[in-house]
């Protein structure tokens, strides 16, 4: 029998959007007994399970009818209040003077849907979004359907290179609607802002009355000391931070949140409303409810000493089989040392391609994520990302070692 | 201290977008001791507490990881089966052949969130979307960001006139994108296709290459008789159908989902993926455990015979209030009698409107949503939504007596 079929007449934004690569090559790296350094799933040890077990009691048993009604778009309340809370304190405690109020949070289902609205409201077709080089896939992925130009700002390990900004920022007599920043141990790269190249980005983008998109999912995630203070406080009117609650407590519920600017908000939420109404009323209570009595504080503390045992244990594993990368860089595989988060940045030796090598390494019994994806513009073929927190540091060893066989296999070819 | 300024530019969507006018008017009333007709809300009594309670503790320890971690864009596999398993099954109990398979199912942030995918993935500006007269203001709200024209077909009680869907689904050599239809106890008028209506409508799209999108988040909420099948059943090739928990467990979970035909659903995958990435896997689960064991075959029928003895209290109470309304109906309120769902549509007498009468009937005490805004083309102003589903059978015949009051006021004027 013959597939039934309609002349279905798809949006031209359809034509535009594509699966994701990753998600693609996740599939591939699936097979069972595979290391994988590829996912960006945080470690479910971290997960506050029994925290999250008295939560729903909890809400369930006080105000059942409250959890499971219909609820507002903005999000509930009391989860706004210790948005804005959490926020002033942490500027405080970096002596910034971020004042944020409740009424400018809007809870999001995961930060990503905030990459959605902002989307719809700040982005028309043809219009430019500016991004780091490399940046968050999923971001251009959110930005796409809008139909921009999404064009990359040239990117290192300091920051962003605020010529290339300024070259950028205009074009034809308009402005690019906005630059996306990802500061705090970026995915895919885990480098970190530094301060300096903060401040200059904060002036530099007032001046050229650039919206600043700051996302900020990895912040808390801080081995030894804190980042440099947010972009967004120095500039609350010109920014819009977003925060998600996947990398703290748990991705499976679905929670995050958008700062904005009362020029912004209401539009925001126009298109939240759209969207889905409002973000799951049960889940909101729940991690408000998971946050009572300063929980996070004790609570992040172990996922930072669990994720920086597991990047040491990269960082050893990777000088133990690559003892060449100082003297003959070109000749050996390269890499970072993030101070957080859950990425590092690796760069493979001169003449190899990531997405060449990956099959052989999954035969060797690892996997990792090529860096190509990542760039919106020219993309570094030799670049990769290494998740170090979801495998164990036994299988970190071993899956550096079946990365080092599979690099040298290719080497002598 | 004046107010920080800084230049933000807004998409041209955003200029379109608008605050919901009925949230507007919720806002209104929602003064104490006001009893509401206006609301959307189901019955809170309905949430089945105590086997979401059982649910929850069940996903945490079972499979906490897998609850709480990142999860698949299609949805939870087993809630997929679950959702095309009960609708194969509704639909050969009303003796249709509908395979659906969970290859097409995907499961939504709500079905608002179908809405939002589906304009993503079919509209482009300036293309047309086509909706019954009147129609879910929600669904006009989740179309507008992607700039489409929303053209609305007349439409009565028995259905859409089709002479005008003809006229109207071809325009300056284009085709409509889709038309819009809640079939079943539609928000806003409580009205049901027949079977007539629904077989030609079905056989007049197949004919013009128009795909119908059926929303139908109110099938299961039928007091006495089922409605007449399903539309997308006839056709799956030409349609998406759209479905949600909201109201056979509980909206605060958000939990919806799509049945796409394989054309089209690659797309919605890919949109659903840069919108949320996923729906809360927690959420997800939850409504799976609760559904086990035929759980919906006990819960839905004890809501339908609420609703039922609700709506026969408000027919009951109109009746008593509005004598007239047979023998004079231009000088009486005069009403339909839904044969399920949560809304009833009346008019209000010749030469009142709605919109004005709402803020003396608040007066009295009552609150309603004035018809008006639910019209994509050209309102009856004399329209009005009334919930009988949030008050109880005694507040229902207070309300009634509210505005049976504030109308004998107005038209006493």
Redo the contacts between chains.
């Keep these: 029998m013959s597939?039934?079929?309609?002349?279905?007449?798809?949006?031209?934004?359809?034509a535009r959007?594509?699966?994701?690569v990753i998600?693609e090559i996740l599939k591939v790296t699936e097979r069972p007994g595979i290391i994988s350094f590829a996912g960006?799933?945080?470690s479910?040890k971290t997960?506050p399970?029994a925290e999250?077990?008295a939560a729903?009691?909890k809400v369930?048993?006080d105000d059942?009818?409250?959890?499971?009604?219909?609820?507002a778009?903005e999000g509930y309340a009391p989860l706004r209040e210790t948005v804005a809370a959490m926020l002033s304190e942490q500027a405080a405690a970096q002596g910034q003077a971020w004042d944020v109020s409740p009424a400018n949070v809007l809870i999001t289902?995961?930060s990503?849907?905030g990459l959605?609205l902002v989307a719809?409201?700040?982005?028309?077709?043809g219009?430019r979004a500016l991004v780091e080089s490399p940046t968050y896939l999923?971001a251009v992925?959110?930005f796409?359907?809008?139909e921009p130009e999404v064009i990359s700002v040239a990117s290192d390990a300091e920051g962003l290179d605020l010529a290339d900004l300024r070259a950028k920022a205009h074009y034809n007599g308009q402005?690019a609607?906005f630059l996306y920043v990802l500061p705090n141990f970026q995915n895919p790269t885990g480098r970190t802002m530094t301060e300096a190249s903060r401040a200059a980005l904060s002036q530099t983008a007032a001046e050229l009355?650039l919206?600043l998109m700051e996302d900020n999912p990895y912040g808390d995630l801080w081995f030894d000391t804190p980042p440099p203070p947010s972009l967004t406080a120095r500039?609350?009117?010109?920014g819009i931070y977003l925060g998600s609650f996947?990398k703290v407590l748990?991705?499976?519920?679905?929670m995050g949140f958008i700062v904005a600017?009362?020029?912004?908000y209401?539009?925001l939420?126009?298109?939240k409303?759209?969207?889905?109404?409002?973000?799951?009323?049960?889940?909101q209570r729940m991690i408000h409810e998971v946050m009572q009595d300063g929980f996070l504080s004790r609570h992040v503390p172990t996922i930072r000493a669990l994720y920086k045992s597991q990047r040491d244990a990269m960082l050893q594993a990777l000088a133990q089989h690559f003892p060449d990368s100082a003297t003959q860089p070109e000749q050996s595989l390269t890499w970072n040392a993030p101070a957080g988060g859950m990425f590092l940045w690796a760069r493979l030796p001169v003449g190899m391609n990531a997405v060449d090598l990956l099959p052989h390494a999954v035969d060797k019994g690892v996997a990792f994520v090529p860096g190509a994806p990542f760039y919106a513009g020219e993309p570094d073929a030799r670049s990769m990302r290494l998740s170090f927190v979801t495998p164990s540091v036994e299988e970190i060893h071993r899956g550096v070692a079946a990365l080092a066989a599979a690099i040298r296999e290719q080497q002598a070819l």
Excluded at 64 to 71: E, I
Excluded at 261 to 264: G, H, I, M, N, S
């Design positions: 597939k039934p079929t309609f002349p279905w007449t798809l949006s031209e934004r359809a959007m594509n699966p994701s998600r960006g799933l945080p479910s997960f399970v999250f077990e729903c009691a369930l048993r059942p009818a409250g959890a499971l009604q219909y609820a778009s289902t995961g990503q849907q959605d719809k409201v700040l982005l028309d077709k219009s999923g992925m959110a796409t359907p809008m402005a609607r009355g919206p500039n609350p009117a010109g996947s748990a991705p499976g519920l679905r600017p009362t020029a912004v209401p539009k939420l126009q298109a409303q759209a969207a889905d109404l409002h973000s799951p009323g049960f889940n």
